[in-house]
């Protein structure tokens, strides 16, 4: 009879392993894949971008734009993506809590479907501001994704796997920025008269996710502590995970949401006035910070402009470009294998050892390869293992620190701090990147070394490791950290249904 038992299980709990997946891929497909994809597409139609502005400027005034201004009109079509972002990553809090982490993604797509038609239609407008207005949209788009994305998704993982399906936010980014590397050859969509329809074609993965995400269920937890809907929740773990785990996991849930009780959520600047948050928001801000300040996002950005300064032909650069992506696509996945294996201090500590030590070998590469044939070939190595160093660790881990280190009624506050850190900082190295590039040459990497080995001492004395634990867990160490000499933080009470994310 048992056998039986097992035999009619085992199908089932393949089910419910599939569901899980396909939750995966619905909301990395519209998320941080976009971002990944409007991020790297835009390097490829630089050169015919720069010639449609200078273009309609003629049309408009009957005279060319001085170069200096093509640059700065350039600067700013680049640098809009960022700015948007953070517009996005403010908006994403009050979305997550006012229609659920689900409903916010796929709302989310009205910005996508609105920047592809107003970069398809911008050639046949001559008009260069559209593409900047797109460039806000999907920014704005990417900030909202970049944050819901994985909350959503660590919240619905088991403990066991919320660190390798947190991580699948950081593959699906990368898998993005390679699938717009592949899309921008020339042989493709990368041409003189495509690339409006290579801009545009961000419409395609929001349209799968809008396809196939309203099938799959809301965050268990979002249904428990936010809406009070123990049923709803029950049905989504079901789902998720299957009858055989759910009633361990739901008196876990009922265990976090008795700890919040008679605690209101917390507003993003208050998290920097309440002392029981002090690590967790150091932490945010000096890992969030030292990601984007480190260096790797100015390749994609920038990736033919930094190969050419390499000494790399011409004729291969396109080619070099999708290595990088490559590469971190590869890494990712790694990542994802065994962070649940080495936990995630390791995997930051090495990841920026590593880039400390292959950015430096780059400078000196970048400083010798006019006396040394082969140099160039050596700088254009260190970009792929920078990049490769980077997926290790910072690429995937840092976006699960608002996640872990924060509980229920801190984390849509401290996500939307997070974004608008990130995206801030991304927008300020983008709009820079060029004069920086212009004025320190082969030392363009130098600033970008002391932040990656400010990111590695900070993770070694300050960031307490999560691997395997429950958030109500991950809550108590922290109490313990931050009140040293005091009581324990949360603890059991009986339940209570509140709305803990209520901003």
Not at 450 to 471: N, Q
Request: aromatic share 10%.
């Amino acid at each position: 009879m048992e056998d039986e038992q097992q035999l009619f299980l085992r199908p089932r709990t393949q089910i419910q392993g599939k569901v899980l997946l396909l939750t995966i891929c619905a909301a990395g497909i519209g998320g941080t894949f976009q971002f990944g994809y409007n991020l790297s597409i835009i390097n490829a139609p630089t050169l015919h971008i720069q010639d449609f502005t200078n273009e309609t400027w003629w049309a408009r005034t009957g005279r060319p734009l001085p170069d200096h201004l093509v640059l700065l009109v350039w600067s700013l079509i680049v640098s809009l993506y960022p700015l948007g972002g953070l517009f996005g990553a403010l908006l994403a809090g009050p979305l997550a809590i006012k229609l659920g982490r689900k409903k916010s993604l796929l709302v989310n797509n009205v910005f996508v479907v609105a920047a592809a038609i107003l970069f398809g239609f911008s050639r046949r407008a001559g008009s260069f501001e559209m593409i900047m207005l797109g460039r806000l949209l999907v920014g704005v788009s990417a900030g909202v994704s970049m944050n819901v994305q994985p909350m959503y998704l660590g919240e619905s993982a088991p403990k066991e796997l919320r660190g390798a399906v947190a991580m699948t936010s950081a593959i699906f980014a990368a898998l993005g920025v390679v699938m717009g590397q592949v899309v921008g050859l020339r042989e493709l969509l990368g041409g003189p008269q495509a690339w409006p329809l290579l801009l545009a074609s961000c419409l395609v993965p929001g349209l799968l996710q809008l396809a196939s995400l309203p099938l799959l269920p809301e965050s268990p937890r979002y249904l428990l502590i936010d809406c009070g809907d123990t049923e709803a929740c029950l049905a989504a773990l079901q789902r998720l995970r299957g009858p055989a785990d759910v009633a361990g996991e739901l008196a876990e849930l009922e265990q976090e949401r008795a700890a919040c009780r008679d605690r209101r959520a917390r507003r993003p600047w208050e998290l920097f006035r309440e002392r029981a948050l002090r690590r967790q928001v150091a932490s945010l801000v000096v890992l969030g910070s030292a990601m984007e300040l480190c260096g790797n996002d100015t390749v994609y950005a920038y990736a033919s402009g930094v190969f050419r300064e390499a000494g790399i032909p011409e004729e291969k650069v396109q080619y070099a470009i999708i290595g990088t992506g490559s590469c971190e696509l590869l890494t990712a996945f790694v990542s994802c294998v065994v962070i649940e294996r080495l936990g995630r201090r390791v995997l930051l500590m090495g990841g920026y050892c590593l880039m400390t030590c292959w950015g430096s070998v780059f400078t000196v590469a970048l400083y010798l390869q006019s006396s040394i044939p082969w140099m160039p070939y050596l700088a254009m190595s260190c970009i792929f293992a920078f990049i490769l160093s980077f997926g290790i660790g910072p690429a995937g881990v840092t976006g699960i620190l608002a996640t872990e280190l924060f509980d229920q009624t801190a984390r849509p506050a401290a996500y939307m701090v997070s974004g608008a850190l990130m995206w801030t900082m991304l927008f300020l190295v983008g709009l820079g990147f060029p004069f920086i590039m212009e004025g320190l040459s082969h030392f363009i990497y130098v600033p970008f070394l002391g932040v990656c080995v400010c990111g590695a001492i900070y993770t070694g004395f300050f960031l307490p490791e999560t691997k395997g634990k429950t958030f109500l867990e991950i809550s108590e160490e922290l109490h313990r950290l931050n009140f040293p000499r005091k009581s324990p933080g949360p603890t059991w009470r009986d339940p209570e249904v509140i709305l803990s994310t209520e901003l």
